[in-house]
């Protein structure tokens, strides 16, 4: 079981940055692939990216358009999202998710378990 927990979100500027964290226990984080999904008012959770067990591989959505970086480290335990060029759209709570369903996997309900979520909010 992993229990997993997000921080770093705020309020900023459009253009600005943020660099979210997750913070995961349990000993078999390491075996898990990690995603971060977002969720704005109104809308269904969507997929932003995705980091595997190892930390090799990643995956992002296309309205990330090159502007995240999703990382780990495990020996810290910890995932990180990192966000650079913040626009009004991005403003949602923001979860991480650990999966073992396989690399890949983009569906909320293809993910085990959440963490809480951090709201950020980018105002124009």
């Known amino acids: 079981q992993v229990q997993l927990v997000e921080s770093g979100g705020g309020l900023v500027q459009s253009g600005d940055s943020l660099r979210l964290s997750c913070a995961a226990s349990g000993r078999t984080f390491r075996d898990y692939h990690i995603g971060w999904f977002r969720q704005a008012l109104g809308n269904d959770r969507e997929f932003v990216a995705g980091?595997?067990?190892?930390?090799?591989?990643?995956l992002y959505s296309d309205f990330v358009d090159g502007r995240f970086t999703i990382s780990r480290d495990s020996d810290k335990n910890t995932v990180y999202l990192q966000m650079n060029s913040l626009k009004p759209e991005d403003t949602a709570v923001y979860f991480c998710?650990?999966?073992?369903?396989?690399?890949?996997?983009?569906?909320?309900?293809?993910?085990?378990?959440w963490g809480q979520g951090t709201q950020v909010t980018v105002s124009s």
């Open positions: 998710a650990a999966t073992v369903a396989g690399w890949g996997r983009k569906r909320p309900v293809e993910y085990r378990y």
């Open positions: 980091i595997n067990y190892k930390g090799e591989s990643t």
